[in-house]
C-alpha cells in the first residue's frame, strides 16, 4: 500500500510540475541521445572509411623507403631502387605477384591556357593504372612505350583539367609546360572514390622515366604496390619480398627494416584503431557530462519536494 501511495504521489508531483517535468526529461533524453549518436557515427565512420580504402582493392599492399610508418620521414629515405623493382620481378620463387608499380611523386609548375599552377606529378609505370583502375575519361593512361621511350606525355586528373581548361573539356593533344618542358596531353583520368579521389583528381601522371630523368634529376622511389593473384597468401607474398629486400640491403638478423610494408588489411586495421579510441574517447566525455547533469536533475528535484 506504501508503494502504491508513493507512485501515485510521484504521478501527482509530475503533474503538478509540467515544465520541470518536460525539461527534466528533454535533458534525459538530449544526453543519451548524444552518446548513442556519438559512437553511432564513430562506426559510421569506420564503415565509410572501410568501403573507400576497398576501392583499391584487398590484393595488394605497399612499399615506402624508410623503416619507420611514423617517422617524420617515412616515404622520404631512397632506400628502394629500380633494380630492388626488377629483382622482385624476376624471382621466380615469388609467383603469386600479378602486377608491380612504381611511382614518384613531385610537386611541379603547370602552366597552360594562360593558367601558372603548381600540382602535385606521379611518375608511374603502366601498372598503376591496372592496380588504381581510374576511369578514363579521354585517352590513354600512360603505357609502357611511354616510359621506354622517356616520352614527354601527361594524364591530367580531372580537376587539374578543370583548374587550366575548363569543366569536363576535352585536352587530348593540348599542350601543358610542366617545369617549362612541354608536354602532350595523353588522357584525362578520375576517381570516384571520396578518398582516392581527392589525390589522384588533382594531380598530373608522367612517365616514371621522365620524372626521374627530366623532373627529380635522379631515380627517387616514393611507394612500391604490388598486387597478388591469390589473396589468401598475400602475408606469405609481403614475408617472400621483405626476405628479399633484406638480403639485398645487406640488413643483418635483428637490424631493423630500411623499408616500409603496408597490406589494405594493416591499413584498416590502422583506421579502425583510431577511430574506435576516438569514438570512445568523445563517449566517455559525453557520458561524464551526462552523469554530471543527471546529479544537477537529481538535487534540483530534491530542492524542489
Given at each position: 500500500m506504501e508503494y502504491k501511495e508513493s507512485f501515485l504521489s510521484s504521478i501527482y508531483a509530475l503533474k503538478a510540475n509540467k515544465l520541470r517535468t518536460f525539461l527534466t526529461m528533454l535533458g534525459i533524453i538530449i544526453g543519451i541521445s548524444s552518446v548513442i549518436l556519438?559512437?553511432?557515427?564513430?562506426?559510421?565512420?569506420?564503415?565509410f572509411i572501410t568501403k573507400e580504402l576497398s576501392v583499391f582493392g584487398t590484393n595488394f599492399f605497399s612499399?615506402?623507403?624508410g623503416g619507420d610508418i611514423l617517422s617524420a620521414t617515412a616515404g622520404q629515405s631512397n632506400t628502394l631502387t629500380m633494380a630492388d623493382v626488377e629483382a622482385i620481378r624476376n624471382d621466380s620463387s615469388i609467383s603469386n605477384i600479378e602486377y608491380i608499380a612504381v611511382n614518384s611523386i613531385g610537386t611541379v609548375k603547370a602552366v597552360a591556357n594562360g593558367e601558372d599552377k603548381n600540382v602535385m606529378a606521379y611518375g608511374v609505370t603502366y601498372e598503376m593504372y591496372e592496380i588504381l583502375k581510374p576511369d578514363m575519361v579521354y585517352g590513354d593512361f600512360i603505357s609502357d612505350e611511354n616510359n621506354l621511350g622517356s616520352e614527354r606525355v601527361a594524364v591530367?586528373?580531372?580537376d587539374v583539367v578543370e583548374k587550366f581548361f575548363g569543366k569536363d573539356a576535352d585536352?587530348?593533344?593540348?599542350?601543358?609546360?610542366?617545369n617549362n618542358m612541354p608536354f602532350r596531353v595523353i588522357g584525362v583520368a578520375e576517381s570516384t572514390s571520396f578518398l582516392a579521389g581527392g589525390v589522384l583528381n588533382n594531380s598530373i601522371y608522367i612517365p616514371l622515366s621522365v620524372m626521374f630523368d627530366q623532373i627529380l634529376g635522379k631515380e627517387y622511389i616514393q611507394e612500391i604496390d604490388i598486387s597478388v593473384k591469390d589473396t589468401d597468401t598475400i602475408n606469405q607474398t609481403i614475408e617472400d619480398v621483405e626476405i628479399l629486400l633484406r638480403d639485398?640491403?645487406?640488413?643483418?638478423?635483428?637490424?631493423?627494416?630500411?623499408?616500409?610494408?603496408?597490406s589494405f588489411q594493416d591499413m584498416l586495421s590502422t583506421v579502425q584503431t583510431i577511430t574506435n579510441l576516438l569514438t570512445v574517447m568523445v563517449a566517455a566525455i559525453s557520458a561524464i557530462s551526462l552523469v554530471v547533469g543527471g546529479v544537477g536533475v537529481m538535487n534540483i528535484m530534491f530542492v524542489s519536494v
Open positions: 556519438i559512437v553511432s557515427i564513430g562506426q559510421g565512420a569506420v564503415s612499399i615506402n623507403p591530367l586528373g580531372v585536352p587530348t593533344s593540348e599542350t601543358i609546360k610542366i639485398r640491403h645487406n640488413l643483418e638478423e635483428g637490424e631493423d627494416n630500411d623499408f616500409i610494408t603496408q
